[in-house]
């Protein structure tokens, strides 16, 4: 395998659970597919239409979105909502992740100083 497809592979692990969280965060203030798609673009997450509305559906399953149809326009359109329980566990991962990037953060300060510490020597 080359470096290349290695690097996708590990990518495309860490960006499915951001997805979740980035998805979760967005849709407090309702939205509708094709939407989510654009500001999650716009916000720098690679995620294809094929990938989201399966998530969007297993989401809605789990109960931490909603979503109703509006007819109200000359194309039918579904809109998802976050649930309460989809906004807490949002907050929760959010609270998380802040703490992993922290943790790495150290991990990599501790390493520099480690390899500082070699070089003087």
């Known amino acids: 395998m080359t470096m290349d497809a290695t690097l996708a592979g590990h990518l495309q692990e860490l960006r499915r659970g951001t997805v979740v969280v ?3 965060t967005v849709l407090r203030t309702p939205g ?3 939407s989510l798609l654009e500001t999650l673009a716009q916000a720098g997450f690679e995620v294809e239409a094929n990938t989201l509305y399966p998530l969007l559906r ?3 399953a789990q109960g931490l979105l909603t979503s109703e149809w509006n007819t109200d326009e000359a194309r039918p359109r579904k ?3 976050t649930t309460e329980q989809g906004d807490a566990l949002a907050g929760t991962l ?3 992740w802040a703490r992993l990037d ?3 953060g150290d991990l990599s300060k501790t390493e520099d100083k480690k390899t500082e510490d070699l ?3």
């Open 22 to 24: 980035a998805s979760l």
């Open 79 to 81: 809109f998802y909502r």
């Open 94 to 96: 959010r609270g998380e």
């Open 32 to 34: 509708y597919g094709y």
């Open 102 to 104: 922290a943790a790495i």
């Open 119 to 121: 070089g003087s020597e």
């Open 58 to 60: 297993r989401l809605e």
